[in-house]
């Protein structure tokens, strides 16, 4: 999962959302993107990118140290057990993107909103 993403000459990311890779315009709404990492763990691993829509357009995120803290924050929090995604910035353009690569678990994640019913999601095809 370390390769950079490839673009193209719009800027937009050239491959499209599947099995292991979703984007999100943005963390508004922390409970999805949560559920996509603890998906991701409980398969085969993948790559959440924030700061870009769903037809790959790049758009960013405002605050990159902030929002790169919040998500570690909320993984740290949320997530059993402890899992440790590898998050890295990546600036196109004038825009910074937030790249989440999740590693397949050797354990089974419990998802940060039905967590008291053991409900754990495996990501199968495209959101």
Do not use: H
């Not at 050239?14 to 315009?25: D, N, S, T, V, Y």
């Not at 929090?77 to 910035?89: C, F, G, H, M, N």
């Not at 004038?94 to 998802?111: E, G």
Request: proline share 6%; no cysteine; aromatic share 4%.
């Amino acid at each position: 999962m370390q390769e950079v993403l490839d673009f193209d000459e719009d800027g937009r990311v050239r491959a499209l959302e599947g099995k292991i890779l979703e984007f999100k315009r943005d963390l508004s709404s922390p409970t999805r993107p949560l559920r996509t990492i603890v998906a991701f763990a409980n398969s085969a691993g993948g790559r959440l990118v924030i700061g870009v829509e769903d037809d790959g357009t790049v758009v960013g995120v405002s605050d990159p140290l902030s929002e790169e803290e919040r998500i570690t924050s909320l993984i740290a929090d949320r997530i059993s057990p402890q899992l440790v995604p590898a998050i890295d910035l990546v600036t196109v353009d004038d825009a910074t993107i937030l790249i989440v690569d999740v590693p397949l678990s050797t354990r089974s994640i419990a998802s940060p909103v039905r967590q008291k019913y053991g409900w754990r999601p495996v990501r199968r095809n495209a959101s």
